[in-house]
DNA sequence: TTCGGTATATATCGGTTCGATATATTGCCG
DNA sequence: CGGCAATATATCGAACCGATATATACCGAA
């Protein structure tokens, strides 16, 4: 899934410029489960036109620069129906919080507890913003299966951070008196396991 | 949250090789929330030896080829501690599964019913792996948590699937006797809305 | 003995992406 | 007028991905 399958999946759903393509990442129904910044959209935008898979008009506004917005061909349509047909091959989460929650012990427990507190609110933030989408209407079966799933895994990670935030921060008061000592995990480095 | 910081990050659990490193992602605690691939993994770790933050020692080892096992300083360490320090900036999920689910009405029945099989399978293991190493032992409060966090989203993603899968099924099998028609976000696209 | 496959171990490469930055247009406000 | 914000497009260097390459060691089959 690259930039211009990412491109193609937007466009499908409606005419977009890449201006809006980027927007729609970042708060419609895409933006949970795949990204793309403007460094990847025009480059793919230019290919994907080059390809014939697109066309590209110029129009006015006003009190707005102009902007060039795009339509899917029928042959871009194909493509991302190809697209659809492989393999899936890329689930990835990265996520900075997650990692430095890991080494919670290390950090101020006023730190750790902003970094829960700020997760907290991005996942209701969220959840609320889902919700009053549902309202307003529905979408494709599967678009309103992938919102659901990830209502699910929002609403789980709110409660789970909510249920055990303060267990953390007591557990980490009493190991932040202690010398920091790096716990080694049992599995991941088969070579230690065998010293 | 760099590939640097990364392999610190592993190497302050423990001593490793760049190979030992990868596979700790590809199945250890971290893998979860972060990753990077050997492409990465050895110029960063060749940066951090030159910069002193880890150093490598050769090792021969009975019936495999030698390797060189990496230790993080002292420089290194409180590198790790001033990384953990910044504000996260990256929080970010890829996942082919959710871009075709999406457009499940645009896929054969079984394919979709396939894909959610999958991924029911992928996270039932993963849900397994899990429980068995919280029982072997436990790690830092963070390790814990962190772990416990990365369940809760498994459980509920995996009771999701499984709970709504009939049902969409059941909705593309209707849909996919009408002609392919792309449905269209409400709040994505302003422009669209505006015309 | 040789070959193919697998695992361990390291390294590299071209294409892609990220994140930041730059530029341009338009409007608003002090 | 200048600064700021929003819209809109484009670019750039650093970093990364995914594939590939190479090397060592072992094992089993032909």
Redesign the pocket.
């Known amino acids: 899934?690259?930039?211009?399958?990412?491109c193609l999946a937007v466009l499908s759903m409606g005419d977009a410029?890449?201006?809006?393509?980027?927007?729609s990442l970042e708060s419609g129904p895409f933006g949970s489960f795949t990204?793309?910044?403007?460094?990847?959209?025009?480059?793919?935008?230019?290919?994907l036109s080059e390809e014939g898979m697109i066309t590209?008009r110029?129009?006015?506004?006003?009190?707005?620069?102009?902007?060039?917005?795009?339509s899917v061909t029928q042959k871009g349509k194909l493509a991302l129906l190809d697209i659809l047909h492989e393999a899936p091959?890329?689930e990835?989460l990265?996520s900075d919080h997650l990692f430095r929650l890991f080494f919670a012990e290390l950090l101020p427990v006023r730190m750790v507890e902003a970094l829960i507190e700020e997760r907290i609110a991005h996942y209701r933030t969220k959840i609320a913003q889902m919700r009053e989408g549902r309202e307003r209407g529905h979408g494709s079966p599967g678009a309103d299966f992938v919102c659901g799933f990830g209502l699910a895994l929002y609403e789980a990670g709110a409660h789970y951070l909510e249920e055990h935030k303060h267990a953390l921060l007591a557990a980490i008061a009493i190991d932040g008196e202690a010398p920091p000592a790096a716990q080694q995990p049992d599995s991941a480095l088969?070579?230690q396991a065998a010293e």
């Open positions: 899934m690259d930039a211009r399958a990412i410029s890449g201006y809006e393509i980027r927007k990204d793309a910044g403007y460094g990847s959209i025009y480059p793919a935008l230019k290919r590209g110029q129009e006015s506004q006003e009190g707005r620069p102009d902007k060039t917005v795009y091959s890329v990835r990265t088969p070579s």
